[in-house]
Every structure is written in structure tokens, then in C-alpha cells.
């Protein structure tokens, strides 16, 4: 039983507006004005986690629209370590978020000094379906625009686009700062920039015993230390599979195109097309794979370090750290011995059937550093790059496909049809027109609604109604020049409009 005493405050009475609907999965909270979200953050922050609450946004949120009430720090998160009850603890969002496709902008936080900053602080339940966009964000460790540390949860068709997240600590990234345990999907960052020491990523800065599918990273990445990657720092018994990343990334050591280190885990089916640069551990897809599986992946970027750098990892190790049909093009500037066209150097583990461009790399060797029996890693030029026949025991039936047309003309993924495929935070929206006058709001829409509420700016509930019908004139008494948010649910949707009162 939620019992949300603190609402009753002085301080919050009268300042933070109640979501409509009961929190089931049924009737979901229904976030319609950027009050809303302050209402989860207090929430949460005062020790109410609400596990098992359903919560869906029903209007694009512009966090400009309540800034002056948070001052030059920003943005106050969604849990992380909170006094409750004079005890410090860790706190988190347990319920479920359904962006439904909507938008929250300019999202602003400064707080360089401190942990946990992001949209979400700490989150151990569900969002999906959320864009952020224009979000800057300031922090300390963990720190990222949607969610700064996620525990044992799912995030799931989110985009962060046009944002910058940046730390002079660790775990840094614009999507997520930290994942434990959960599982990332569909999700994408794009146009983003991120800044921090250690463990930097596009999506997550360290991926811990956790899944990443189908996402991808478009900017830049920059480590002022180690362990920064497109999609992930640093990935540790996890798994990625059919992710890429067109990021440029940069730092001092194991830094990569991809994934800065990974250990004890698994990738399948990635790429990357970014360049890297740094000074040790640096690779086109990987800086430095440690007891992982690498297969059927490829980079295209260029990789230039002072040692231990090759086109597509920097250094391989261990028995168990695995490079199998994998390939490379990029162009690779070291100053050592340990320069690669495919690798930089390797003292454990296996390379199979794996390819580099020796015309595009700009070294004899694809292989660094002392040679290794047994590793089948070839050299070819562009046009062997560019025919099937080429790569010896690759699967062109179901995992690659190679056209002149496409990746200019070398092997891509089947399963990559373009970034739509990869993320489309976006539902089959009704196109539904609102019109209000002093008197009535009348509502038109291409499939039928059943039910509409009318709020004025102040959460206060105007009018309401039930209905089965594609059109609706709702007798009201509007103030002309005012604006008014309309609550719009359909048997699959629900969608919040702002509509001016003529």
C-alpha cells in the first residue's frame, strides 16, 4: 500500500500534481506535464520505490517548462543514495515506464561533485519507449542522460539524440552509466557526446553480467584514462550481440571502436565504422578481449596508438579469448612493434578465419608483436575483400550478406537492414485534431477513443468523459488565451495534447 505521507507537506501541497489513473497495469499512471515526473522523484527519493506501479507518458515533456523551480543544479533524480528516515540509503524507480514514443527535452543537471546523475538516478524497473533529446548532464560517478545506474532491470526502445554527458569520474555514458544484471535493447544514442575518466561508453560505460542487443552509438567517446568503447567501456561476463557503433572514440589505453575491454563474455554479430585513437590497447572493434568470443564481426574505422593497436583489436589473452570470422579495413598508425593490420599483439587465445585489407591498413604484418602458430588471419586486397569467395567457412546463407551495393561492397549482417531496424522508439499514433473554444472541446481522430479528460496547467480537472466514437464535443466552460492539456485514451494508446482555448 502506497501511502506517499510526505505529499502532505507544506512543501509539496499544492506544488506537485497527482498523475491520474491507480498505477495498474490496467489503468497506468499517466504522465502528462513535467509535474509528473517531479511526482515520481519524490516519491522514490522519500523511500516509495513503487514496484509493481505502471506508469506511460502521454505528451512530449520539455523540462524547461518547470527549470526555475530546480536552479543552477538542474534536475533532481530519480533516486540514488537518499537520507529516509535520517538513514542514507540507496534508493531506486521499481515500477514501469512506458515512454509510449514521446520526447522529455533539455533535460539540465550540473552537478559535477556528485553520483548517480541522469534522468533516472538508480533504476531496478522498466523503461522503454522513451526518447531523450537535448538532454546535458553533469556528474560525478555514474552519471548519463536516461539512467545513471540500472540493477537487475530492462531498458528497452529508448533513444537519446543531441546530448552530452560528461564526468571527471567513472561509468559514463549517454544512455547508461552503469548496467548490472539487466539487459539493454533496441535502444540507440545518437549525435551525443560523452566525457569521463574511466569505464566510457555510447550506451553503457560498464556492461556488468548483462545483455546489449540490437543497439547502436553515433558521436564521440572520450576517455581522459582508460576503457572507453562506442557501445560499451568495458564489458565484464556479459553478452552483446547485433550492436554497432559509428562513434568516434578516443582515451589513453584499451580503447575501442566497439567495446574498450571485454572480459569473460561473449559478442556476436557487431561492428563498428568509427575511428579510435590512444596510446596502448586500441582497436577498430576492440582495445584489449580477454577470455571472450568474438564472431562474425567486423571494424572499418582507423585505429592509431603507440603500441598494442591493429585494425580491428588492439591485444588478445587467455585460451578462452576468441576471434573468429571477423574482419577489418581500416588504415593503423603505431610506433612499435606491436602493430597489426587485424591485431596488435596476442599472447593467448585463438584468431579463425579472419580477414584484413592490406592495401587500406598500411602495415606488412596483421598480426603485431611475436609471431603465433596456428592463427589463420589474412591479408587480401580490396577487390578479394569484396568477394564472398574470399572468406573461407563464412555463412552468407543466414549471417552474411555481401552486394556492391551495400557497405561499400564488403560482407554486412543479414540482420541489418538500416537504423530503423535497429531503433524505432516510435507506436501507431492516431492522427487526432483538437479544437477548444470557450465552451466545448471537440475532438476528431482516425479510430475510435474511449475516454477523455481536460486539465487546466494546474493539474485541476476540467471535464471528463466516456465514449466509443472517432469524434466527441465536450460541453466545458474554457478560459480564452488559456492553455489546456487534453488526456485522449484509446483501447491501445493514450496520447496527452496541449490545446489553446480561442
Known amino acids: 500500500m502506497l501511502s506517499f505521507a510526505w505529499l502532505a507537506s507544506p512543501q509539496a501541497s499544492g506544488q506537485v500534481p497527482v498523475p491520474n489513473g491507480s498505477g495498474t497495469a490496467d489503468d497506468p499512471f499517466r504522465i502528462e506535464q513535467f509535474h509528473h515526473l517531479i511526482w515520481i522523484a519524490n516519491s522514490v527519493n522519500h523511500g516509495e520505490e513503487l514496484s509493481g506501479m505502471y506508469f506511460i507518458q502521454t505528451a512530449d515533456l520539455d523540462y524547461n517548462d518547470v527549470a526555475e523551480q530546480f536552479g543552477d543544479e538542474g534536475w533532481d533524480p530519480i533516486g540514488g543514495y537518499r537520507s529516509v528516515d535520517g538513514i542514507l540509503r540507496k534508493v531506486g524507480f521499481a515500477g514501469s515506464y512506458d515512454g509510449q514514443g514521446h520526447t522529455i527535452s533539455n533535460l539540465s543537471i550540473n552537478r559535477p561533485a556528485k553520483n548517480y546523475q541522469a534522468l533516472f538516478g538508480y533504476t531496478k524497473g522498466v523503461i522503454k519507449n522513451l526518447k531523450i533529446d537535448r538532454a546535458n548532464v553533469a556528474g560525478n560517478e555514474y552519471t548519463a542522460a536516461l539512467a545513471a545506474y540500472m540493477f537487475d532491470t530492462n531498458i528497452d526502445n529508448c533513444e537519446v539524440s543531441n546530448s552530452t554527458a560528461i564526468s571527471s569520474a567513472f561509468y559514463v555514458a549517454a544512455l547508461c552509466g552503469y548496467q548490472a544484471w539487466g539487459t539493454i535493447s533496441n535502444c540507440s544514442v545518437t549525435q551525443s557526446n560523452v566525457e569521463g575518466v574511466d569505464y566510457v561508453g555510447g550506451i553503457t560505460g560498464w556492461n556488468n553480467e548483462g545483455n546489449i542487443t540490437r543497439c547502436h552509438a553515433e558521436g564521440s567517446v572520450k576517455s581522459s584514462n582508460s576503457l572507453a568503447g562506442g557501445v560499451a567501456g568495458y564489458q565484464y561476463y556479459g553478452a552483446m550481440s547485433k550492436s554497432y557503433s559509428n562513434a568516434t572514440v578516443s582515451g589513453e589505453t584499451y580503447v575501442g571502436g566497439l567495446i574498450g575491454q571485454t572480459s569473460h563474455s561473449s559478442v556476436t554479430a557487431c561492428f563498428a565504422t568509427g575511428d579510435v585513437d590512444g596510446e596502448s590497447y586500441v582497436g577498430g572493434f576492440v582495445g584489449k578481449n580477454e577470455s571472450t568470443g568474438i564472431t562474425d564481426s567486423f571494424a572499418t574505422g582507423n585505429a592509431t596508438a603507440a603500441e598494442f593497436v591493429g585494425g580491428f583489436a588492439g591485444y588478445n589473452t587467455y585460451s578462452d579469448g576468441t576471434m573468429t570470422s571477423c574482419y577489418s579495413t581500416g588504415k593503423v598508425t603505431g610506433d612499435s612493434y606491436f602493430t597489426g593490420g587485424f591485431i596488435g599483439g596476442i599472447t593467448g587465445g585463438t584468431i579463425s578465419s579472419c580477414y584484413w585489407n592490406k592495401e587500406t591498413a598500411g602495415v606488412s604484418e596483421g598480426i603485431g608483436g611475436v609471431p603465433q602458430e596456428g592463427m ?107 492553455i489546456y492539456l487534453i488526456s485522449i485514451t484509446y483501447p491501445d494508446y493514450h496520447e496527452t495534447i496541449k490545446g489553446f482555448c480561442r
Request: proline share 4%.
Open 376 to 482: 589463420t588471419c589474412y591479408g587480401k586486397t580490396t577487390t578479394e575483400m569484396k568477394t564472398a569467395a574470399t572468406y573461407e567457412g563464412w555463412d552468407f546463407e543466414t549471417v552474411w550478406t555481401l552486394t556492391p551495393s551495400n557497405n561499400n561492397g564488403y560482407p554486412q549482417h543479414r540482420w541489418y537492414e538500416g537504423d530503423a531496424s535497429v531503433n524505432s522508439v516510435t507506436k501507431d499514433k492516431p492522427q487526432t485534431i483538437v479544437q477548444l473554444s470557450v465552451d466545448a472541446i471537440t475532438i476528431s481522430a482516425n479510430k475510435a477513443f474511449c475516454h477523455i479528460d481536460c486539465f487546466d496547467l494546474n493539474g485541476r480537472l476540467v471535464v471528463s468523459a466516456r465514449t466509443s466514437a472517432e469524434t466527441a464535443r465536450l460541453p466545458a466552460k474554457l478560459q480564452k488565451g488559456n
